[in-house]
């Protein structure tokens, strides 16, 4: 019987597969601090997380190829026989938690066991130290358990450098949405050799330092909108004060500065939030006033920041997509039914949680897209009756033009939405002054 840290060439392909879509599912895939991963284990990869599956294949995806992550995952998803299967191809284990019954919490001591083994044989774990996942761009308190699966497998190595706990900061664009950026911001290793000396003193207090540092850097790798009460108002507020704050940083606008923008607007709210609470119940009022004005005229942040437009910019605009109006045709028909199965999947599911919609989507894509391509390349082939090299040609172009067809559509969104503001301006909107007031009074606030 095979090892599950074992790599066969199956799980090689499958993985290449896999990181080759995941890397397509964004638009921009956007990897820091990837010198920090060893070339080899034992290794424990610390993630945050958000988006269920899809940050484990984002850690899959940064790992060296020849060193698999084997990652825990709830208990509950492993109680059909097939999904088991699946799951132990694609290398997890379960962890049982108490929802999963008090019987079954024996059953981690043999989990536990299979984990200290893995790095043993200098292989790679991957647990999510916050123990679940939730729907806010937040840290959540960090469990013991790979701290304690850490320590226990540090013990052959005393001292001496052996076990790294690697922390992983990740923050994609949308939880829902294909095409969104993701960034998966690496950090530097933990030795937890450096610890193993407080660990023989005393083991609670090593592992609320070792905790502590992981709690800390993840923090620093990840976007915390470290706020219970007033989250929706943090969220709306790194939203309205991301530009500027890139401009005060003196930085190039481009994503991974707008994510540090984002941080560094979440550090300043957090300490309003502590040291100048009424300032931030008094932003909570704007914001809620912001984003209900915001709805009534159907825009969104970015249209007020690039505002106002210039008509000649628009008319070019306008015409360069109506002049590429048949591509987007093009494409849509070729991809609609492989982009839209997904989601029609996904919904007949009923998932509560929305960090499950990406994961859905893709995972129905991977069979989906190759599926209907190939279908419809036959059916070119028989309607046809093209060449081989053609109907090679063809198969390829559907991906190309579904590419094309997305940004179509997202620069149409962009341009209909500029058109309102314009509509808006013209006809001297309240709503919209308002809107702009609101904003420009915010920013001035913090």
């Known amino acids: 019987m095979s090892n599950i840290y074992d790599f066969p060439l199956s799980f090689s392909l499958v993985k290449k597969y896999v990181v080759f879509s995941f890397k397509r599912f964004y638009s921009e895939y956007i990897v820091v601090g990837k010198e920090n991963i060893p070339r080899e284990g034992p290794v424990i990869f610390a993630p945050t997380?958000?988006?269920?599956?899809?940050?484990?294949?984002?850690?899959?995806?940064?790992?060296?190829?020849?060193?698999?992550?084997?990652?825990?995952?709830?208990?509950?998803?492993?109680?059909?026989?097939?999904?088991?299967?699946?799951?132990?191809?694609?290398?997890?284990?379960?962890?049982?938690?108490?929802?999963?019954?008090?019987?079954?919490l024996g059953k981690n001591d043999e989990i536990f066991e299979r984990c200290v083994e893995v790095l043993d044989h200098n292989k790679a774990l991957g647990i999510m130290p916050e123990g679940n996942q939730g729907e806010q761009r937040r840290l959540r308190p960090l469990v013991k358990g790979i701290f304690r699966i850490a320590f226990v497998a540090q013990q052959k190595y005393g001292t001496q450098p052996g076990v790294k706990i690697i922390p992983v900061g990740i923050d994609s664009g949308d939880f829902i949405k294909f095409g969104k950026h993701i960034i998966i911001n690496i950090g530097k290793p933990i030795e937890v050799s450096d610890y193993m000396a407080s660990f023989t003193k005393n083991p609670v207090i090593a592992t609320n330092e070792i905790r502590e540092r992981?709690?800390?850097?993840?923090?620093?790798?990840?976007?915390?909108?470290?706020s219970e009460a007033h989250y929706e108002c943090f969220e709306t507020l790194t939203d309205i004060l991301n530009t500027t704050m890139v401009e005060t940083l003196g930085l190039k606008n481009n994503t991974i500065n707008r994510f540090v923008a984002r941080q560094e607007i979440a550090a300043k709210l957090i300490a309003i939030e502590k040291k100048m609470p009424e300032k931030i119940v008094k932003l909570e009022s704007l914001c809620k006033d912001y984003v209900s004005n915001l709805k009534k005229i159907n825009l969104r942040t970015w249209t007020l920041e690039k505002a106002p437009f210039k008509v000649a910019t628009l008319l070019l605009d306008g015409l360069l997509l109506l002049g590429t109006f048949p591509i987007f045709l093009l494409g849509f028909f070729l991809n609609f039914l492989p982009f839209f199965t997904p989601v029609i999947l996904r919904k007949a599911m009923k998932p509560k949680y929305s960090g499950f919609y990406s994961s859905l989507h893709f995972g129905f894509g991977l069979v989906c897209f190759p599926l209907f391509y190939l279908l419809q390349t036959i059916l070119f082939c028989r309607l046809s009756g093209a060449a081989w090299w053609v109907v090679i040609?063809?198969?390829?172009?559907?991906?190309?033009?579904?590419?094309?067809?997305?940004?179509?559509?997202?620069?149409?969104?962009?341009?209909?939405?500029?058109?309102?503001?314009?509509?808006?301006?013209?006809?001297?909107?309240?709503a919209l002054t308002k809107t702009q007031n609101l904003r420009k009074q915010i920013i001035e606030m913090i």
């Open 49 to 104: 997380h958000l988006s269920a599956l899809m940050d484990a294949i984002a850690v899959h995806s940064v790992a060296p190829h020849k060193l698999p992550v084997i990652f825990l995952g709830r208990a509950d998803i492993f109680k059909n026989k097939t999904a088991a299967k699946v799951l132990n191809f694609i290398k997890m284990m379960p962890a049982f938690r108490m929802r999963d019954g008090i019987e079954n």
């Open 393 to 430: 040609l063809f198969f390829f172009s559907q991906y190309f033009f579904g590419k094309c067809a997305f940004s179509w559509y997202r620069e149409g969104k962009k341009y209909m939405a500029r058109l309102r503001y314009l509509k808006l301006k013209y006809e001297k909107s309240p």
């Open 214 to 226: 992981l709690n800390n850097d993840l923090n620093s790798l990840s976007l915390n909108l470290a």
